[in-house]
């Protein structure tokens, strides 16, 4: 069947056979890494998988389709690839597709109304000749709008269409002012995708393949690279986020990115996890250890428990006051529970022996400390 022609800039009604899922669509970069030769269903269960298309599939199949907002779509060979409105395609061709929803394991009804399959033949785009046409609206939608992306895919829009135009006069100013974010929110996340491609490009990580967990993170590199001691580890110029060129990190330090990428994802290869359980005060309590030489060291040989590689770096003193401080509250604790104890057994007093010990051990360091 011959690709319907359409003229630009204006909605038109189409089939859903003639528009295929854009590959490098912002919200399936959570899961692989996919490029314009990836099958069709995989994409569209990429999209089940992260984009939660449920409730979607639900309103449509008890209402209908809506053509209300048209799809974004730009030519690409024998068919229209869709820039804007993937999440409602993969949706129309999981009803629509015979044997597709259970391909991607995804519960669609037996049985629709002839009103709702009638719906479903004909949806409306409109076209565009080029991705650039498009990003500006996308972007806004995307970023502020009512269907937000996460962080990654922000930072995967905002640096593609930086990267494709810079050389024409975009900034990071253009960029923020079309997607209505703040400057310094765009800069970070695009300044971190600078060092995940670096990374990638340099073949020392890839956080599609490389990292442990099933989740990324993004807010934790970009976090990271804002503080003063993961900058000073990798070497970053101080005006590396504003210049934004490519490979920001030093050559003779690309170890260390990679370093701090397993410390903060994980790395399948070794099996090793990721340090951080939660972003406060992991973040910071990892950038200790990155820039004192002996729990570094520790942390390169294999150790993976932050508190025991922290307890070797960062200020002794603060450690000391977080010690007490914990020390304080259990001890508060045990003395509210005493309160109503009329006898020990012998298990608690081997614990209360150890602890005196300890406690007599500690009085010494002091009198030794204080003269």
Known sequence: ?????????????????????????????????????????????????????????????????????????????????????????????????????????????????????DSLKEVAVYLVNNESEARSFIGFKHVNGPHKWDSFA???????WFVNERDNGLTIDHITKKLGDSNNTVRSIVSAMFVLEQAKNQEIYDIHTDRMSPKFSFSHLY??????????????????????KVNPVPMRNIEKLKDVLIGLYGYKKDKR??????QNPDLKYFGEVLANEASYEAFKSG???????????????????????????????????????ESLDDNTRNYIDQFKKKVSKVQFQLQSIEG
């Open 303 to 341: 150790v993976e428990n932050l508190s025991e590689l922290y307890k070797q770096a960062g200020d002794p003193l603060q450690h000391i006051k977080d010690a007490f401080l914990e020390i304080n509250k259990q001890l508060d604790t045990i003395s509210s529970v005493l309160d109503r104890t």
């Open 223 to 244: 976090t990271a690279l804002n503080r003063t001691e993961y900058k000073d580890f990798l070497g970053l110029d101080r005006d590396w986020n504003v210049t934004l």
């Open 1 to 117: 069947m011959p690709l319907t022609v359409l003229k630009p800039f204006k909605t038109e009604m189409i089939s859903p056979d003639e528009l295929i899922l854009d590959a490098k669509n912002p919200r399936l970069y959570n899961g692989k890494n996919f490029n314009d030769n990836a099958d069709p269903h995989e994409l569209v269960k990429a999209l089940s998988d992260t984009a939660d298309l449920e409730e979607l599939i639900k309103s449509i199949s008890e209402n209908g389709y809506m053509s209300i907002e048209p799809l974004i779509v730009m030519k690409k060979g024998d068919k229209y690839v869709v820039l804007e409105g993937n999440r409602r395609l993969a949706a129309v061709k999981l009803l629509t597709e015979p044997g597709l929803a259970q391909k991607c394991r995804v519960v669609v009804p037996k049985e629709l109304d002839a009103h709702v399959i």
């Open 273 to 278: 996890a990721s340090l951080i359980s939660s």
């Open 154 to 160: 922000k930072a995967q829009f905002a640096y593609k």
